[in-house]
């Protein structure tokens, strides 16, 4: 088994939002690996910074992924930043990736003043800069496809991305 797709992007991308449209639209289950991460650890994301900090946390998040590789066979949204793992972005080679793109105007508008994302909490349109700037190059490094998500409605993007799939 592996998943139908794994989508990922920014945060504020819309991975959560059309990944449970395109699940939908395909009569697939959906996960999200941030909701799994936290099932494991017991409590929330911003807790698990807090308590253990990043690199405890991408660890993690690095083996709930593996699992959800090998175990999941629906739409698979993984957290904003999992690609920033050597380990993980190995772990997508054989899949099927869609990465959302968003750019920054959308981005501060979609996540507003950060609201339960750790990463930020302090200052989002600068940090949400830095954080797009950093990871564009890794979402194309691991992308087999690439649907661009700015202006634009949930409702279209999940349908390109579903005939995407089909196709
Ligand atoms: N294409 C879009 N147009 C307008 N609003 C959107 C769009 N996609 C998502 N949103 C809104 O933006 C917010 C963030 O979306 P969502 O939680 O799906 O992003 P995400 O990529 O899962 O973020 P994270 O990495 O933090 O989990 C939500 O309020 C959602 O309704
Ligand atoms: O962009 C990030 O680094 C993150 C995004 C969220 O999905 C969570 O995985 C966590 O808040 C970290
Ligand atoms: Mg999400």
């Known amino acids: 088994m592996a998943p139908v797709a794994v989508l990922v992007g920014a945060p504020g991308a819309g991975k959560t939002t059309i990944g449970e449209m395109v699940a939908e639209l395909l009569g697939v289950p959906f996960s999200d690996t941030d909701n799994l991460i936290e099932a494991t650890a017991g409590k929330p994301i911003p807790e698990i910074f807090f308590d253990d900090g990043e690199d405890a946390f991408r660890a993690l998040e690095r083996t709930t992924i593996a699992s959800a590789l090998a175990d999941f066979d629906g739409v698979l949204a993984l957290g904003g930043g999992a690609i920033l793992h050597e380990g993980t972005r190995e772990l997508l080679g054989a899949q099927t990736v869609v990465y959302l793109s968003v750019e920054l105007s959308d981005a501060v508008k979609r996540v507003g003043l950060g609201g339960g994302r750790p990463l930020l ?29 700015d202006h634009r409605d949930p409702a279209e993007i999940a349908a390109e991305v579903a005939a995407l799939l089909k196709g």
């Open 121 to 149: 909490a302090i200052n989002p349109r600068a940090t949400l800069k830095y954080l797009l700037d950093q990871r564009r190059p890794l979402y194309l490094s691991v992308a087999t496809h690439t649907v661009v998500t």
